[in-house]
């Protein structure tokens, strides 16, 4: 298994860090953020809020996808559309398993 896993998102990374568009030092640049705020407010200098609001309802998503929402209620719910919520599905079934486990960490202790 690769740096990255076998999964087709860690064949996408391998292939796009050899380009050197550099996802590794974008990684290490969110691993070096101590608070919420410092988080947010780099994500506002390196994001448009479109994309801001992208990620946040794809998380938003997942979240639903794992308490087994069907997608109809997902798309009412969240106003994603079908295909967003196919994609996160996707990533969920077959991808490395990033939503699994910012959902598990962010989401221990929490009551619903």
């Known amino acids: 298994m690769g ?3 076998d999964s087709p998102v860690g064949v996408i990374f391998m292939i796009n860090r050899k ?3 550099g996802y590794a ?3 290490e640049a969110l691993l070096c953020l101590k608070t919420k705020e410092e988080c947010l ?3 506002e200098d390196i994001c ?3 994309e801001l609001d992208s990620l946040a309802q794809r998380l938003e998503v997942a979240k639903l996808l794992k308490k087994e929402m069907t997608y109809t209620d997902i798309a009412e719910k ?3 559309s079908t ?3 196919s994609r996160v599905n996707r990533a969920l079934v077959y991808g490395s398993g990033g939503y699994d486990t910012v ?3 962010c989401d221990s202790g929490k009551e619903d």
């Open 41 to 43: 407010a780099f994500l």
């Open 83 to 85: 295909a967003t919520i």
């Open 103 to 105: 959902i598990g960490r």
């Open 3 to 5: 740096v990255y896993g």
């Open 78 to 80: 969240t106003g994603a």
């Open 25 to 27: 030092a974008f990684a």
């Open 19 to 21: 380009k050197g568009l």
């Open 48 to 50: 448009t809020i479109k």
